[in-house]
């Protein structure tokens, strides 16, 4: 079991209240949106271009059944995603997760990003996965501070390695256990499964 102190678990005094929910196809326009803020205005994504919604259904389609993909909405409005996929395509790695959590600018640091990840890693949990790894390109002082909010140590830094509005960032990335170190793998649970073992609901 991973360690319930190290969670994001919290009070939430910013109203209005934000509810996180499973991702529909129709949420990844916001999503586009969201994200392009990012790419276009700072160097905590890597992509050069926007990206169109085309490339976002391609990642959800391919991505979903088996990854969580949350949003937050805050009075009917989605302001966030957080999403896992897979570290790298070798099976060895098939227990461990790159978590992504991405809130719209003009909603920054009123929680959505702990409550996004306090719905997201407990899901991970359930469905076996071993560990979680989110990879933030440096400095983010947002990013740190909400992931070791939610648990997640600093595991090493690639400097310089990204080259991005004239000049090279570094990567770090930060772990997060979500099972014991002696746990035996069984095949990751679908997210399906997982949602109905924790009594979440699932998407229409
Ligand atoms: C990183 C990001 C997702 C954080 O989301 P958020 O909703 O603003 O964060 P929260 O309000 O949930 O804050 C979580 C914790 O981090 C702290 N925090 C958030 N932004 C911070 C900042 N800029 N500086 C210092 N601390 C910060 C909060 O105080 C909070 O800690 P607390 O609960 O102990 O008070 C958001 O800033 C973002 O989308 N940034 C751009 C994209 C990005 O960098 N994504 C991560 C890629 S790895």
């Known amino acids: 079991m991973a360690d319930r102190s190290q969670s994001c678990a919290g009070e939430i005094d910013h109203p209005p209240a934000t ?8 949420d990844l326009t916001a999503v586009r949106d969201v994200v392009n803020w990012a790419i276009e205005n700072t160097h905590y994504n890597f992509h050069a271009e926007p990206l169109g919604t085309a490339h976002w259904r391609a990642e ?3 991505g979903h059944e088996r990854h969580p993909w949350l949003v937050a909405e805050r009075a009917g409005e989605v302001v966030g995603v957080a999403y896992a996929g897979r570290l790298k395509a070798r099976r060895a790695y098939d227990w461990a997760v790159e978590t992504t959590v991405y809130v719209s600018h003009l909603h ?15 899901i991970l949990e359930a469905q076996g996965f071993h560990t979680a790894i ?3 390109a440096l400095p983010n002082p947002g990013s740190v501070a909400l992931h070791e909010r939610c648990g997640f140590v600093a595991a ?3 400097p310089r390695i990204g080259w991005k509005r004239d000049r090279w960032w570094g990567v770090g990335h930060w772990q997060k256990m979500l099972q014991h170190e002696t746990h035996v793998p069984e095949e990751p649970l679908s997210v399906a499964a997982a949602l109905r073992r924790l009594d979440l609901e699932e998407p229409a």
């Open 19 to 26: 509810e996180v929910r499973v991702a529909r196809e129709g």
């Open 156 to 158: 090493g830094e690639l």
């Open 108 to 122: 920054h640091r009123r929680g959505v990003g702990r409550v996004l990840y306090g719905v997201l890693l407990p």
């Open 134 to 136: 989110g990879v933030i």
């Open 60 to 62: 959800w389609a391919a």
